[in-house]
């Protein structure tokens, strides 16, 4: 995985952030029935990057963009959540984007909880958090995607 970095977003990778957030598989994982307006989207994710406790990464290969990676900071704990290009999905990039996460912390790991809340029916991102350290707790949620309940886990760091 050498060839790959992950790089602090900016507001010039609108483009590359949306590409991988309007695909079909992601459109579902993250729970839009459609693909969202451009320009709406577009304000949604400049928000996002101005807010002090979210950092939005994004993974390159040479000059293309191949996944996202949230980190968003709360008082007791961390949640993060990803995505990966279609194209670049089986590789192990997602586990590489997770197995990151502690070394991009802003404060200490042992200071806060790292949460994953994962579909139940995702097992591909259950296996992503397991192998890297992730235990399923004890918490659950349940939450309405496309009219219908779904179960969530929170997977722990």
């Known amino acids: 995985m050498s060839d790959f970095e992950l790089k602090i977003a900016t507001i010039e990778d609108y483009d590359c952030f949306y590409s991988i957030r309007a695909e079909e598989t992601n459109l579902f994982w993250t729970g839009y029935e459609k693909t969202p307006d451009y320009d709406n989207f577009k304000n949604w994710y400049n928000n996002r990057l101005a807010e002090p406790n979210r950092d939005i990464y994004l993974l390159w290969e040479n000059n293309t963009c191949l996944g996202a990676l949230n980190i968003d900071t709360y008082e007791d704990h961390l949640f993060i959540g990803y995505s990966i290009k279609s194209i670049a999905q089986g590789k192990g990039l997602a ?5 990151k996460v502690p070394s991009l912390l802003h404060q200490p790991i042992k200071q806060k909880e790292i ?11 259950i296996k992503v958090c397991e192998k890297n350290g992730y235990h399923k707790s004890d918490i659950t949620e349940t939450r309405k995607r496309f009219g219908k309940e779904e179960l969530y886990y929170c997977l722990l760091y």
């Open 95 to 99: 586990s590489f984007m997770v197995s």
């Open 115 to 125: 949460r994953a809340w994962i579909n139940f029916q995702n097992i591909a991102s």
